[in-house]
């Protein structure tokens, strides 16, 4: 039990973290994030559905494959995809094989792909 408050401590800590360099602004709001494209709001949407629906791993490895670092937006999008899956319920996640230290893992892997490797290991330390 206590492994897992730390898990989504630290999972809500990144979110925010990363929110805050991306949007300059300090918020717990996170729906009120805005996208520079249209598109890429789509695309979030369909895939929280996809991950709603029980294809996490499915939702995830699109939206890894699909990043394009160039673009701030789809950090934004999986900064906000995986805040959602910290929402999910431990034993949804269970059901459909993922853990929080997948979400975990999943942003430290976006973090560092979009050079913020460094800063989200500060809050682990």
């Known amino acids: 039990m206590f492994e897992q408050d730390y898990m989504m401590r630290m999972i809500h800590e990144m979110v925010r973290m990363l929110i805050k360099l991306l949007s300059?602004?300090?918020?717990?709001?996170?729906?009120?994030?805005?996208?520079?494209?249209?598109e890429t709001r789509a695309d979030y949407e369909r895939l929280v559905r996809l991950a709603d629906s029980g294809d996490i791993c499915g939702a995830e490895n699109e939206l890894v494959e699909n990043a394009d670092v160039g673009n701030q937006d789809d950090l934004r999008k999986a900064v906000l995809f995986y805040s959602h899956l910290s929402g999910m319920s431990d034993e949804f996640l269970a059901e459909h094989n993922f853990?929080?230290?997948?979400?975990?893992?999943?942003?430290?892997?976006?973090?560092?792909?979009?050079?913020?490797g460094e800063i989200m290991g500060l809050l682990e330390e």
Request: glycine letters at 10%.
């Open 99 to 116: 853990s929080r230290e997948e979400i975990a893992q999943g942003l430290r892997y976006m973090a560092d792909m979009y050079g913020y």
């Open 24 to 38: 300059g602004k300090d918020t717990e709001r996170y729906d009120q994030i805005e996208f520079k494209e249209e």
